[in-house]
């Protein structure tokens, strides 16, 4: 490995930062993303379990929302939810601060994602620019310079210096579209199972103000 890395040149270290950097942001994400880790067992019988009491007009502590609050990335929705409710505030103004709350959650979802998806983009990028590099070795050797045949080593070096950033550009790129594009669609089917766990919970909590033919 260490030698095909000498092959390549010094085009090739860019593209393996960006490597080390793209992988460790699949790892990170595809960890963060995952369903338990978003919903903990048991987190939602919690949270509904404490909307019971809230709608029953039971003392709820502040520690105990806050503690839901602490729960899961989801947390913070569903606590602002109760905070409101016992708070005694309205409908609207209760659904402002959530959806307060719900761009600070999506934003934590879909952190680093756009570095993923910019990885994808420059990979190629940098591979051709290797590609440049080497074929400027190739040209601009002064055997080639002087009319002359020149040094077949340089003439080798370049045309490797050309072959491998622009294999290890593709190589790269590829597999970090693949992820990206994995880890979008992951990140979207978090939010919208958030959505519709904090639709229900807001729906339990103000069911009276949602619809006022309840009140009769």
């Given at each position: ?9 010094w085009?090739?270290w ?98 680093y ?13 940098l591979?051709?620019?290797g590609?440049?590099v ?12 002087n009319?002359?045949a ?67």
């Open positions: 490995m260490y030698s095909i890395l000498l092959s390549a040149g085009p090739i860019p593209l393996l930062i960006i490597s080390i950097i793209g992988l460790a942001i699949v790892i990170e994400r595809a960890w963060y993303l995952r369903q338990i880790h978003i919903f903990p067992k048991d987190s939602l019988e919690a949270v509904f379990g404490l909307a019971n009491a809230v709608s029953q007009q039971k003392a709820v502590a502040e520690s105990e929302i806050s503690a839901i609050g602490q729960l899961s990335p989801a947390g913070p929705l569903f606590a602002c939810i109760l905070r409101e409710k016992v708070a005694g505030s309205l409908a609207d103004a209760a659904l402002e601060e959530l959806q307060a709350s719900a761009q600070t959650t999506w934003l934590k979802l879909d952190r994602l756009g570095a993923l998806a910019t990885i994808a983009t420059v990979a190629p990028l591979g051709l620019f590609t440049v080497g074929m400027i070795e190739i040209f601009g050797s002064q055997g080639t310079i009319g002359g020149g040094s077949p080593q340089q003439l080798a070096h370049g045309i490797s210096v050309a072959l491998y950033n622009t294999a290890f550009g593709l190589l790269i790129a590829i597999p970090a579209l693949a992820a990206w594009r994995g880890l979008r669609a992951m990140a979207n089917q978090r939010q919208h199972e958030c959505e519709e766990f904090t639709r229900q919970l807001f729906k339990k909590l103000y069911s009276i103000h949602a619809d006022p033919a309840d009140k009769k």
